[in-house]
């Protein structure tokens, strides 16, 4: 029988492949160094139970099904793929409905008020890209989070600006140069990993 140890390695090291994840992302998401990681996946050692819960959590999927030897690629590459075209479909239909909504209020304005309210739209963007967040916070990756962060900065600025064009209030993206230095500083803020914190310990 082949060892449990390599089995599992194996397990995390091909589901990590599928998910298009590094060594370091699957590290920074279980909070542990990368090379606690290399070494599971090498089968020097395994991660403990609940550590081994945390990554089927990560990658959705039973935990009896990292200890399979037989867990194979096309299977769980389908299942990925099915899961995550649910996810950009849920995330998609969200930021339709926000796009619908300003769809409504600047037809309301026109028909109601004889409003041209095209800043309707512009709004729509900033609003688009929390929903973004939300989701990808829940589902996705940091980096597309720092993008969706960087769009909805500098969106809402610019919605500032027009909606208060007559104030000629350019000087407002001013404020946008340090709140996206600090978005950027926040996206390298990593917490200290767990195997290091044990080593230090001992």
Not at 4 to 10: D, S, T, Y
Not at 82 to 92: P, Q, S, V
Request: hydrophobic share 50%.
């Amino acid at each position: 029988m082949e060892n449990i140890n390599l089995v599992i390695g194996n397990n995390i090291k091909e589901l990590r492949k599928i998910h298009k994840m590094t060594q370091n992302d699957l590290a920074e998401k279980l909070n542990y160094s990368n090379k606690a990681i290399s070494r599971w996946e090498s089968g020097e050692v395994i991660p403990d139970v609940s550590t081994l819960n945390n990554i089927c959590d990560i990658f959705d999927i039973p935990i009896t099904q990292i200890f399979e030897k037989e867990l194979t690629k096309s299977k769980v590459a389908k299942e990925y793929k099915f899961k995550m075209g649910n996810r950009l479909a849920i995330t998609l239909l969200s930021v339709l409905m926000v796009w619908l909504a300003a769809i409504v209020t600047y037809v309301y304005a026109a028909l109601i008020f004889n409003d041209n309210l095209w800043t309707a739209f512009l709004w729509a963007v900033p609003i688009s890209c929390v929903v973004g967040i939300v989701f990808n916070s829940i589902w996705g990756k940091k980096i597309i989070n720092f993008i969706l962060i960087s769009i909805m900065i500098w969106s809402i600025l610019a919605c500032i600006y027009v909606t208060f064009l007559q104030y000629n209030m350019w000087l407002i993206f001013i404020i946008g140069v340090p709140i996206q230095i600090g978005v950027l500083l926040g996206l390298n803020i990593h917490r200290h990993p767990k195997s290091l914190r044990d080593e230090n310990k001992n």
